[in-house]
């Protein structure tokens, strides 16, 4: 069984983009670790000539008939549920540095 | 004056006859959620000062002779559906005070037939969950026994139809999540063919996976209210063309050589066996009624739930990457724009919620995405071609919708696996994309209900609803009620 270890977890944690407490790593180690044990029973199908499916609709790509600008919601509208904003814009720190 | 509508049908023929007005049903619906609600916490936020306006307009609708299927009838609405101007929480603490600006296409198809909009209903956080213990809320308690869960996702629109706190509900359904908690409430509830109705406003968890249903007391119920929500949105361009079948007038209630196929991989050795005998049981009605079974197979149903865990997750994981703490809900702030993520991120969601993204994180990460991911999807792709198979021998395909009934509150939150094999009958459909409906069809030793599950074509709602609603109309489990008061 493949055995996942806290390394790993904190790895996905950060690629996740969440916040992890110690007692939660642990936990996820083992449940995740048990739940791809129990996914692995996928590897003996024999999919070799098989599509995937990544939606079971037929139509792909689905164009607008006009091209022609409709209405949108107001700035008042966007900024509503902000945690920070300036009145104006959204309120975040830096993405990037000095040194980036 | 009584006021004890038991079903859509008659909360409306109520209103057209004037024994009661929209402001008094409402009133009366509000009542029994202020009495009821405490002990089942069906609702996480209660819509009273709205209801009255939606209600009193109503009333004025009605008196000038206007007419629709849903006009001053109370309904509730699933949390993960956006509501205009009224908290949308997902079950989630991490947008406890967000209120959508617009409002879900189906959300925004009732309002306009004159829909009175009584409240938001719990829910598993984001819709991930079998039970609605992974709500940030409390966990909603099934109105036959208190102690156990009412099922989930929708979880608390099950309880709420249940219990008379509305006279139906909207639910969403990505793996089982209207079906089940109707199976184990008692009800009927109805997941529909993917793109049959949008999925613009539903806060999304799996998108490929994702529909929005109705959980009504019956078919016939249910019938009325999908002639409203269903049809092509162009805020959605996963919803589809195909006119929408009469679904009302398709209630002939003749089920004349209707093939049934039932999937002898739908009977487990470990499911309990109440269960099995009163799913046996009605399928014996349907022949008795008319319709031609044949055992059929569906050789990959137990390797759906493994499929299901993967490609779910895995669209779980991108779709929630939105909730950061910049435009909307909860923000932690932490030493740099990263860090501030992962304290928001980590803070804001539950337990279940990490895990799920956790997995599908991994799931797509380099190095297991062919082993993971695209092997599910083409797993995923026999599991379709295993159903058109079937469904060119058979109209619709009949089930258990749950293995078990209502489990007990706390039973299987320490064991995920044990917690998805809840949904092992009903994620087949989802993978699917086509049609189900689950009527109740029985009840345990403890007095707890069973749920048969109705599995259809694509697009082909009309079938299902048809045989749910003659079997209702042979059958009076619908008599029997949990009797909370």
């Known amino acids: 069984m493949p055995q996942l270890t806290v390394e790993e977890v904190d790895h996905i944690a950060l690629l996740a983009r ?37 939606t079971v609709l037929s139509a792909h790509n689905v164009m607008r008939p006009v091209d022609e600008a409709g209405c949108s919601i107001s700035r008042e509208d966007a900024l509503r549920n902000a945690p920070r904003t300036d009145g104006a814009s959204f309120e975040v720190q830096a993405t990037f540095t000095d040194t980036d | 004056m009584t006021i004890e509508p038991r079903t859509l049908r008659a909360a409306r023929e109520g209103l057209r006859a004037k024994r009661f007005s929209s402001l008094e049903l409402t009133r009366h619906i509000l009542q029994r959620i202020s009495q009821v609600n405490p002990r089942l916490n069906a609702y996480l936020t209660v819509n009273e000062e709205e209801a009255l ?82 709500s940030g809320y409390g966990v909603t308690h099934n109105p036959w026994d208190l102690a156990r869960v009412p099922g989930g996702s929708s979880g608390g629109s099950a309880a709420a139809v249940a219990a008379g706190l509305c006279c139906a509900a909207l639910g969403t359904d990505t793996g089982g999540s209207v079906r089940q908690p109707a199976a184990l409430c008692g009800i009927t509830g109805i997941k529909n063919t993917y793109g049959r109705v949008s999925r613009y406003g539903l806060i999304a968890y799996g998108s490929s996976l994702d529909s929005v249903g109705v959980l009504a007391r019956d078919a016939h119920d249910i019938a009325l209210l999908e002639g409203v929500i269903s049809g092509h949105d162009p805020h959605d361009s996963t919803s589809v063309r195909e006119p929408v079948q009469d679904y009302e007038h398709n209630l002939t209630g003749d089920l004349h050589g209707l093939r049934v196929g039932v999937p002898r991989e739908y009977f487990l050795e470990g499911m309990q066996a109440a269960v099995g005998q009163a799913v046996q049981q009605a399928i014996e009605q349907l022949h008795h009624m008319g319709a031609i079974i044949s055992e059929i197979s569906l050789p990959s149903t137990q390797v759906a739930l493994p499929v299901y865990y993967l490609i779910a997750t895995a669209e779980a994981s991108a779709n929630l990457a939105r909730f950061d703490g910049v435009r909307y809900g909860l923000r932690v702030p932490g030493a740099d724009l990263v860090d501030t993520y992962r304290r928001t991120r980590g803070a804001g969601f539950g337990s279940e919620v990490k895990r799920r993204i956790m997995l599908g994180t991994y799931a797509l990460s380099a190095g297991y995405y062919d082993a993971y991911y695209i092997r599910a999807q083409k797993v995923r792709t026999l599991i379709k071609q295993e159903f058109e198979r079937a469904f060119a021998e058979v109209d619709v395909i009949a089930t258990p919708t749950s293995p078990t009934t209502a489990f007990r509150i706390g039973e299987r939150v320490d064991d995920p696996i044990q917690m ?15 049609c189900g409906i689950s009527v109740p069809c029985g009840f345990d030793a403890a007095g707890l209900p069973i749920g048969l599950q109705l599995l259809g074509r694509a697009f082909d709602e009309a079938t299902v609803l048809r045989v749910a609603d003659a079997y209702q109309r042979q059958t009076d489990w619908l008599t029997r009620e949990p009797g909370i008061s």
Not at chain 2, 420 to 434: R, S
Request: aromatic share 6%; charged share 20%.
């Open chain 1, 18 to 54: 969440l916040n992890l407490s110690d007692e939660e790593k642990a936990r996820y180690a083992h449940q995740l670790s048990a739940i791809l044990d129990y996914a692995a029973q996928l590897a003996s199908i024999d999919v070799e000539q098989i599509p995937p499916t990544a």
């Open chain 2, 53 to 134: 306006q939606q209600a009193a307009a109503a009333d004025a609708a009605l008196a000038r002779g206007e007419e629709s299927p849903v006009l001053g009838v109370p309904i509730a609405i699933k949390d993960v559906l956006s509501t205009r101007n009224l908290r949308t929480t997902a079950g989630s603490r991490i947008l406890e005070s967000y209120v959508p600006a617009w409002d879900a296409t189906c959300v925004a198809r009732l309002r306009t037939a004159g829909a009175v909009f009584v409240g938001k209903t719990n829910t598993d956080e984001f819709a991930m969950g079998s039970s609605t213990e992974n």
């Open chain 2, 420 to 434: 998805y094999l809840a949904d092992v009958f009903t994620l087949p459909c989802n993978l699917a994309g086509i």
